[in-house]
C-alpha cells in the first residue's frame, strides 16, 4: 500500500455540486497538506494541519474547506464546485523540515 | 514575498550529459532547500535534501548550495531517458516551527538518446 492514498484518482464533477476529496496516510508524520497544481502556476497551497487540533489557511483556501478527522486522515471539501477549480489536487505529509511525500494526486474536472 | 525562481525549460540534453537545474531564492534566511521530481501526470518525488553550504552528493544527483549567492543547483550525472521530468525547487525558511516551503515553478528536463 502507498504511504499517502488520495481519493478518487479521479472525478469529474458539475458546477454548483459539494465534492470531498480523501486523503489518508501511513507515515505516522502529524502534518499533513493539501495542495492544487495547475499547468504554469506551480504548486499552491491551500490548507495544512499540524496535529489533529490544528488547520491553518494557505495561500488559496477560498471556495475550499478541510477537515482532519484523525492523525492519518485529511479530507479536503468544494462547497461549491467552479470550473476553475478544475486541477489536479495533492495531499501531501512531513515530519518537521525533512521534505514531502505526496500523494498519487486527484485530477478534478468541473465542468 | 518569499519567492524561488527556476527557469521553466524545457533544459534539453543529450544521454549521459550532465543536466545543470537551477533554482534561486529571495528570502536571505533561508535554511533548507529541496529538489523533487516529478513525472507527467504523477505526483512529485523528493529526491535530493541540503542544508549547508557546499555540495551533497547521492549516487547520480548532486545538489549545490550557495547562500551567499542564495542559489541552489542540482545536477545530474550521465543523463538518462528516465531522467526526462519536472524538477522542482522547494525552499524553507527556519525559525517559528512552520517550515511550510515556497517552490518553484519547475524546470523540465528532456533528455534525449
Known amino acids: 500500500d502507498a504511504d499517502v492514498t488520495q481519493t478518487p484518482r479521479n472525478r469529474i464533477t458539475k458546477t454548483g455540486k459539494r465534492i470531498m476529496l480523501e486523503c489518508s496516510q501511513t507515515k505516522g508524520h502529524d502534518r499533513m497538506y493539501w495542495y492544487r497544481q495547475d499547468p504554469g502556476l506551480g504548486l499552491r497551497l491551500i490548507y495544512y494541519s499540524f496535529d489533529v487540533k490544528d488547520i491553518n489557511k494557505g495561500e488559496i483556501s477560498d471556495g475550499y474547506s478541510v477537515s482532519r478527522q484523525a492523525q492519518a486522515k485529511f479530507s479536503l471539501s468544494l462547497e461549491s464546485a467552479i470550473p476553475n477549480q478544475t486541477a489536479l489536487y495533492f495531499c501531501a505529509t512531513s515530519e518537521l523540515n525533512y521534505g514531502y511525500t505526496f500523494g498519487s494526486g486527484t485530477r478534478l474536472t468541473v465542468v | 514575498q518569499k519567492e524561488v525562481e527556476q527557469n521553466s525549460g524545457p533544459l534539453s540534453v543529450p544521454e549521459g550529459a550532465i543536466a545543470s537545474l537551477n533554482c534561486t531564492y529571495s528570502?536571505?534566511?533561508?535554511?533548507?532547500f529541496f529538489w523533487y521530481r516529478q513525472y507527467s501526470g504523477k505526483s512529485p518525488e523528493l529526491i535530493m535534501f541540503i542544508y549547508s553550504n557546499g555540495d551533497k552528493e547521492d549516487g547520480r544527483f548532486t545538489a549545490q548550495l550557495n547562500k551567499a549567492s542564495q542559489y541552489v543547483s542540482l545536477l545530474i550525472r550521465d543523463s538518462q531517458p528516465s531522467d526526462s521530468a519536472t524538477y522542482l525547487c522547494?525552499?524553507?525558511?527556519?525559525?517559528?516551527?512552520?517550515?511550510?516551503?515556497?517552490f518553484g515553478r519547475g524546470t523540465s528536463l528532456i533528455v534525449h538518446p
Open positions: 528570502d536571505r534566511g533561508s535554511q533548507s
Open positions: 522547494a525552499v524553507t525558511v527556519g525559525g517559528g516551527g512552520s517550515y511550510i516551503p515556497t
